[in-house]
């Protein structure tokens, strides 16, 4: 196992490395602001020379003093990155031409195919096990093989519904899904996905790319962090009082109060207004669609406030990706930002992964899930956090030297490997361990 995790591990880097090539803001394909005029930069790579085409004319971009510019009819015209908002602007004398990014889809070779199922097998083994979608590894992974953020969050949110789907039925199937309360959650939950979508795009047409880096790792930061530090809080106290997991003294005072509609819900062991589980619901899919990490609401939320166990939890988030997922694949789809190809390559590493880690939660002590989850959450927050110097600085908003910058970069991403890698340890050490104590335990008997 240490050998896999490490081999995975030295494949990731390299891959990082492979994917940063070409990594200039300017290159790519640009659209003028009233749609009349195209541009293409891009980098001759045999000779590392960048080269603007406009208007089927090409020029030889010139660097001089950190500027890019080319000479057309006498006049040198220079090309710059508006960091406010991350357009492309062509300036000549006191005439400037806006641009904005058109969203193209990556090339794919054996490298980035190989670095896909991995990371889609790992993403579906965290899936099965804790019941988030595991976007939180399968999104920042796309985006380090240089594929557009929205392109990320689409092309997740599709490969989401169906894996999902495999995941709750063979999760039904050990009877730990709460049909009821993942219907309720699912309907809010479309609710935020529509809206989550909208705010997206408004972050990113009015800041562009890098402000909706900015806002996601935020985000990140912020969410995890708070909810991550409460399921490790949550996951210790529950082993000192003996491994016995008790409801929540928050779901235990929402029960009390009798705000109809109540629902009964059977397999949860809990009896509760449906309007504590709507907003649950509804925060859930919104942060599904903005951030892609619904499930790191969904799934406490349902512990804490509801009061179903961590098994249970897990299991219902399924029903709610399911449906996010379906929803948010239909608008994303319409708005031409799904990579179909990036989401049948993920989805074929995750199919595998999710039936794994749903089968290993018929092993391990529902306790430990906890103790996985805020893992997980701790480590992923502490990857976004460490890059949003670099953001800012990128955004002019303060002020670091490049060797810096280029050192947050790839912190970062070391650190996502490290949640990575270790939650899949995690999981897998534990199913191991559980699966040889009851073949011991077969054989005393």
Not at 186 to 205: C, T
């Amino acid at each position: 196992m240490k050998k896999f995790i490490i081999l995975s591990l030295l494949l990731l880097f390299s891959l990082n490395a492979y994917g940063a090539k070409g990594g200039n803001p300017l290159l790519g394909k640009w659209e003028s602001t009233n749609g009349k005029n195209n541009l293409e930069i891009y980098l001759d790579e045999k000779n590392q020379i960048l080269y603007i085409e406009n208007n089927n004319i090409k020029h030889h971009l010139i660097l001089e003093d950190e500027k890019y510019y080319y000479e057309k009819d006498q006049d040198q015209i220079y090309v710059e990155i508006n960091k406010s908002n991350g357009t492309l602007e062509l300036v000549s004398g006191n005439k400037i031409t806006v641009f904005k990014k058109i969203i193209t889809f990556i090339e794919l070779n054996f490298l980035n195919i190989g670095f896909l199922l991995l990371v889609g097998f790992i993403g579906g083994l965290v899936s099965g096990f804790i019941g988030s979608g595991g976007a939180f590894v399968l999104t920042p992974g796309m985006m380090s093989l240089g594929v557009d953020g929205l392109v990320a969050i689409a092309s997740n949110m599709c490969h989401k519904f169906p894996k999902a789907l495999v995941g709750a039925y063979k999760r039904y199937k050990y009877g730990q899904v709460d049909l009821k309360l993942g219907l309720i959650m699912a309907s809010s939950a479309v609710l935020g996905v529509l809206i989550g979508i909208e705010i997206q795009h408004k972050i990113n047409i009015t800041f562009g790319n890098l402000g909706s880096d900015l806002y996601v790792s935020l985000a990140y930061v912020i969410v995890l962090t708070t909810i991550g530090s409460y399921v490790f809080y949550d996951a210790f106290r529950t082993q000192k009082s003996g491994g016995i997991e008790k409801k929540s003294k928050l779901s235990i005072f929402l029960q009390k109060i009798k705000f109809p509609p109540l629902v009964q819900l059977s397999i949860a062991e809990s009896k509760i207004s449906v309007w504590f589980i709507v907003p649950i619901g509804f925060l859930t899919g919104m942060l599904a669609a903005t951030i892609a990490v619904g499930g790191f609401i969904g799934v406490p939320g349902m512990i804490f406030v509801v009061g179903a166990s961590s098994l249970v939890a897990s299991a219902t988030e399924l029903v709610v990706a399911f449906s996010m997922g379906l929803i948010g694949s239909i608008k994303w789809g319409m708005m031409g930002l799904i990579d179909i190809r990036l989401t049948v390559i993920i989805l074929a590493g995750s199919l595998f992964g999710v039936q794994i880690g749903a089968y290993g939660t018929t092993f391990v002590n529902q306790n430990y899930i906890k103790k996985v989850m805020g893992t997980i959450m701790l480590l992923v927050a502490l990857s976004r956090g460490i890059i949003i110097p670099s953001y800012l600085s990128e955004l002019e908003l303060i002020t670091i030297n490049d060797s810096i910058n280029i050192f947050l970069k790839d912190l970062s991403f070391i650190m996502m490997c490290v949640a990575l890698g270790t939650g899949a340890f995690m999981i897998t050490k534990s199913m191991w361990t559980a699966k040889n104590n009851k073949t011991e335990t077969v054989l005393a008997e």
